[in-house]
């Protein structure tokens, strides 16, 4: 049996919406029919499009491995190489333990990583490869969206049947492979390495170089290489420190690899970029900004004081996409069940996120609408955050 995934309410399929567009999953005198499972890969455009802008989050780990390896399928088809999927490794309860480490989220997430790879490696060959639009002729990523699965810019994409999952070096990896059974090869076609890679000549337990590399930031001077026959590289674990490590690995790719960001927390590792030590603020710019967030699921918590009983209101809610679907903000109703808020094409701000869910909550009555002055000082002048804003030298991908 699947282990229940309790740090999401609890919604199985994209459903229809009462007045509060609310999820709903009880039926009705129409003839339309609700809670069918959602359309194939193959499906048109149009079908894709609507089913995605209005899934809903998963029920467990079982059902968020499906939906996230097919999104993941979806945006390669669609020629994007460098993809994210970000979601919490752990239940909620779970990682709020005081006994719960950071050994224990990287053997959650290399677990995940596994199950995501075996998607892909389990593929037959009829499946492996499809004619889909390719993204790097179409000229904005609204115009891919539009056009997906379409004839226009279209070309055969192979998708990977062999799949790498990425340590950052090579003590993450001894560590991964104890955890395993002390095997490399957890599934045909899936394979377990690290990033950083030294001579197999070189017995020395403890290599000083590749430890001032990595924390500098710097190149690895040829250490980093790619794996003969490996289709997709799925990271795990990695810190701000060792994301330009990702990125040489990138530069030597052909331009059929995929590169996949698996929960390494790209925005709070976007957030240490430019301070001492760290990669310049400039790396976002050049490479982040690149990657698409093809399912993407951060849960946010929230505390609100009211002039009024309760004096003190509780919120949650989350940010939810699943490609190639909107990004949609989603207010935890505490029975079970999310409320769709709204839907954005463009990633919202996570200040803008929060004002969502304080806006729904204050259209029903349940806080307050305060004046202009007092509004200003819980907010202050500034809602996003330097990487957030727009930027002349970057790229959307990361936000559409």
């Known amino acids: ?33 609700y809670n069918v499972p959602p359309p194939g890969i193959d499906a048109d455009a149009s079908t894709l ?40 490794p752990l239940p909620a309860q779970v990682l709020e333990m005081d006994d719960v480490s950071a050994y224990d989220v990287a053997e959650a997430n290399l677990k995940l990583a596994i199950d995501f790879a075996k998607s892909f490696a389990a593929k037959t060959n009829t499946e492996s490869s499809s004619t889909v639009v390719d993204s790097t002729t179409a000229s904005t990523d609204s115009e891919l969206d539009s056009n997906y699965s379409s004839n226009n810019n279209a070309k055969i994409v192979k998708l990977p049947r062999k799949v790498a999952i ?48 990595s924390l500098m930031g710097n190149k690895s001077g040829g250490i980093i290489q790619p794996i003969d026959g490996v289709d997709m590289y799925v990271c795990i674990v990695a810190s701000a420190q060792e994301l330009p490590d990702i990125e040489e690995l990138y530069d030597l790719l052909g331009d059929d690899k995929i590169i996949c960001f698996y929960n390494l927390k790209l925005d709070v590792l976007r957030g240490d970029l430019g301070a001492p030590a760290f990669p310049p603020r400039e790396f976002q710019d050049r490479f982040l900004s690149k990657v698409k967030p093809v399912y993407y699921l951060r849960t946010r918590q929230y505390s609100r004081s009211t002039a009024q009983p309760p004096f003190m209101v509780n919120y949650q809610g989350c940010l939810f996409r699943s490609y190639p679907g909107q990004f949609q903000t989603l207010l935890d109703t505490g029975t079970g069940k999310y409320r769709r808020v709204k839907g954005n094409d463009v990633r919202p701000a996570l200040g803008e996120f929060k004002e969502e869910l304080t ?14 002055v007092l509004n200003f000082l819980r907010t202050g002048y500034k809602t996003t955050t330097w990487w957030e804003e727009e930027r002349d030298d970057a790229s959307d991908s990361w936000k559409t």
């Open 359 to 372: 806006d729904a909550l204050r259209d029903e009555g349940i806080i307050q609408k305060e004046g202009n």
């Open 1 to 33: 049996m699947p282990t229940t995934c309790r740090s999401f309410s609890t919604i199985m399929v994209p459903a229809r919406y009462n007045n509060n567009k609310e999820f709903l999953t009880s039926s009705s005198s129409s003839s339309q029919l």
């Open 49 to 88: 499009k609507e089913a995605s802008d209005r899934e809903s989050p998963p029920s467990s780990f079982y059902e968020l491995q499906i939906n996230s390896a097919r999104a993941a399928e979806l945006a390669i088809r669609d020629g994007y190489r460098l993809i994210e999927v970000e979601f919490p």
């Open 166 to 213: 990425m340590l950052p070096d090579e003590s993450e990896y001894k560590i991964a492979i104890e955890n395993l059974g002390n095997t490399a090869n957890p599934y045909p076609g899936v394979t377990v390495s690290a990033l950083r890679r030294s001579d197999p000549r070189d017995e020395r337990f403890f290599k000083p170089e590749q430890v001032f590399m």
